[in-house]
């Protein structure tokens, strides 16, 4: 049974933006921090001293500079792994280690005091304090004309509210991460699209959107027996961008007590903000149960089931299908579920041309929600970009009776255990994107729906398809069931989608769990059969 320590909860997110009110109270749904949180480690041989001086610094003091280089990222993760894992929390002025969520908010940084806010650089850096959820201090670096220098949180670049003015001001307050800001919808608003805050997570988003999906460095033993284990970036340099620059360089140290890591970003926003991820680990002891490219996220409800859900909208997640194109080219969709019980599936045996977390209802009608803007979030796609050998897809789904934590988690599993005492290096691409583009185009399910048969006895089950075609003539229905039988099988027009409908009954007669499989074929003038749509996947259980 997965353990507490896997529920995130998903308060804070808007801690810092200067929201009130309901608008705080949506974004507070979209933050990102895992109770019992594996601290971080800070045993960096060539900058412990350097950081704790410039810690100490006072806002008069220019921080240490040092040499920076991508290897030296690599020389960090490799020394730290040799040496004994410590965790790292906060030591700041009191009462910054045992703040609530309220006070929390109350931390605001001081947008003016933005990083190259004020030189001809296309991107702006933010920090974020530490406190609340975000026990765990980071060191943030810029890395100018080859040389890192840290940042500190100095007094003067933060707001500080009622509550924390009186114990906090004038104080350097140890930081949890950072945010990035650029001219993402229009060339007179700095808006902020990327946020690394928080264990080993980072999101972003598209031109247009609003955060959901997130993505985490690295996942270790995600619904294991033992507990999961939570790397977190202990420190990160930024690379300053050009006057021209597109994207931006992000590198960060991983550790945790399984293994250390060194990790390069390199992010260009757009209508697609697009994130190549390079990661060599460094394991201190074998991992074999590791989640490669991780992407968590929350589903509550869909049209498909809302029998325990009493809410005034229709629905309500960040993401609603995980989306695979397998390394044979077929395209599979599982829609997400909100289980009664802890539920993980296993897909494909080998490495997938790509899969994401995607959200697909697109329209505000589809939410009836003014606020939370479920309808803006962005799907998360990963496309390997090294050979990651044999594994699966794995989905992990957990139950939830609100919107506020992430219960939805899909990594990368490697079949081999990745051996301790050598390197072990990946890459892979996201892009956080409305959809994901595919070619050729199929037919895509547009929804699923379930409920009892008039009489009670079967289930009946009905997917629309769009993209397939407005006729039925030439297709047919190719579909399978793993446990049970499946009656009364039709296609028909829909003429309120300009889709088709595929419909069938399952009798599950004596079984509890029923995978469930739906294809539509094309058959030309030769008789010869293509595929017409994706492939909708579904698990059934009687409870």
């Known amino acids: 049974m997965i353990s507490a320590d896997s529920s995130t909860t998903r308060a804070g997110r808007a801690a810092d933006d200067g929201r009130t009110g309901a608008d705080a109270a949506r974004d507070s749904r979209s933050a990102h921090g895992f109770r019992g949180w594996g601290a971080m480690a800070l045993v960096i041989a060539f900058s412990c001293v350097a950081a704790a001086d410039a810690l100490r610094s006072g806002p008069q003091r220019e921080a240490a500079r040092q040499r920076f280089s991508a290897e030296l990222v690599l020389e960090a993760a490799r020394a730290a792994a040799a040496a004994p894992f410590t965790r790292g929390q906060i030591d700041g002025p009191a009462p910054l280690p045992h703040i609530t969520y309220d006070q929390y908010r109350d931390i605001r940084f001081n947008s003016d005091y933005g990083v190259w806010r004020n030189e001809q650089v296309p991107f702006r850096v933010e920090l974020l304090a530490a406190g609340f959820l975000y026990q765990e201090p980071v060191t943030v670096s810029v890395v100018e004309s080859g040389y890192a220098r840290q940042l500190t949180g100095e007094a003067q670049m933060f707001v ?31 808006d902020e699209f990327l946020v690394f805050q928080g264990a080993s997570y980072f999101r972003a988003i598209d031109r247009g959107g609003s955060y959901g999906v997130s993505a985490r460095g690295l996942a270790l033993r995600t619904a294991h027996p033992m507990g999961e284990e939570f790397p977190t970036f202990t420190r990160f340099w930024i690379e300053r961008p050009a006057a021209n620059a597109v994207g931006l360089v992000v590198h960060a140290l991983l550790e945790s007590e399984s293994t250390t890591g ?110 939370a803007r479920y309808e803006d979030r962005p799907s998360a796609w990963i496309e390997p970009t090294s050979d990651w050998g044999e594994g699966s897809v794995e989905l992990i789904e957990i139950p939830a009776d609100n919107e506020y934590n992430d219960n939805i988690v899909s990594y990368w599993r490697p079949k081999d255990v990745i051996p301790a ?117 579904y698990r059934w259980t009687a409870s």
Not at 167 to 180: D, E, T
Not at 262 to 273: D, H, L, N, Q, W
């Open 262 to 371: 060194a990790y390069r970003f390199s992010i260009i926003p757009g209508a697609e903000t697009i994130m190549d991820v390079e990661l060599t680990l460094f394991p201190r002891k074998e991992l074999d149960h590791v989640g490669l490219a991780p992407l968590t996220s929350m589903f509550l409800f869909d049209e498909s089931e809302r029998t325990r859900i009493d809410d005034f909208r229709d629905e309500v997640h960040d993401s609603d299908g995980l989306q695979i194109v397998m390394a044979t080219g077929e395209r599979v969709w599982r829609p997400l579920r909100n289980p009664t019980q802890l539920q993980v599936s296993s897909f494909t045996s080998q490495a997938p041309r790509a899969f994401g977390l995607i959200q697909r209802s697109r329209r505000a009608s589809d939410y009836h929600d003014l606020e």
């Open 160 to 190: 500080l509210g009622p509550s924390v003015a009186q114990p906090l001001a004038g104080q350097v307050l140890p930081l949890s991460g950072f945010r990035v800001r650029t001219r993402l919808n229009s060339r007179s608003v700095w």
């Open 421 to 537: 005492g050598r390197p072990w290096s990946a890459s892979y691409r996201i892009r956080w994107t409305s959809q994901p583009r595919l070619m050729p185009e199929l037919g895509k399910v547009s929804a699923t729906r379930t409920g009892p048969t008039f009489d009670g006895k079967r289930r009946l089950f009905v997917i629309d398809f769009t993209g397939a075609g407005r006729s039925v003539e030439g297709l047919q229905v190719d579909a399978g069931a793993s446990a049970g039988a499946l009656t009364n099988l039709v296609l028909q027009p829909n003429r309120y989608t300009g889709g088709v409908r595929a419909s069938f009954e399952l009798d599950p007669g004596d079984a509890t769990v029923a995978e469930l499989r739906l294809r539509l074929l094309r058959t030309d003038r030769g008789g010869a059969e293509s595929p017409a749509s994706e492939t909708w996947l």
